[in-house]
């Protein structure tokens, strides 16, 4: 009676195995869902500053996004915006002035110290004219309001 029960019980269990698996068709294959997380974008940080080019009073902004820095600023006594792009890090500030081109108008060169004041020297890109430039933080963004070109 042994010999008849043990290979009844395997054919049993490869029968309930035939049915309990999932045939496919040739070819084909089953679909698996991915769900994937969207991609993280870094938001930039803006910044607003207020100080000096010289003796002339300023009002300066800047987006930083992955040690790249792009903005605006403009001069108290006109309002009118001028662009900005470059680079800001603790180890040093260059930020060019740019036309409507790209084209590079003047550049500051300078450092952030601790608190995020910015100084260093503005020079026009022929060498005309320099200035001493010194920016602090400001914490109200509303006091920046130019004229837009």
């Not at 049915?19 to 930039?44: D, T, Y």
């Not at 309002?79 to 409507?100: C, P, V």
Request: aromatic share 8%; net charge positive.
């Amino acid at each position: 009676m042994k010999t008849v029960s043990v290979p009844l019980f395997i054919a049993l269990t490869a029968v309930m195995l035939l049915f309990a698996c999932e045939f496919k068709e040739k070819g084909k294959r089953n679909p698996i869902e991915v769900k994937l997380a969207p991609p993280v974008v870094p938001q930039p940080k803006v910044r607003y500053y207020s100080g000096t080019f010289g003796k002339n009073n300023i009002y300066l902004y800047l987006k930083e996004m992955q040690g790249g820095v792009s903005g605006g600023y403009y001069f108290v006594a006109d309002s009118i915006e001028r662009k900005i792009t470059g680079n800001l890090s603790k180890e040093g500030a260059t930020i060019y002035e740019t036309d409507d081109r790209g084209g590079k108008i003047a550049m500051l060169k300078g450092s952030m110290n601790a608190q995020g004041e910015i100084t260093g020297i503005l020079a026009k890109m022929d060498g005309t004219e320099s200035v001493q430039v010194v920016l602090q933080e400001m914490k109200d963004s509303t006091l920046y309001q130019p004229k837009r070109k």
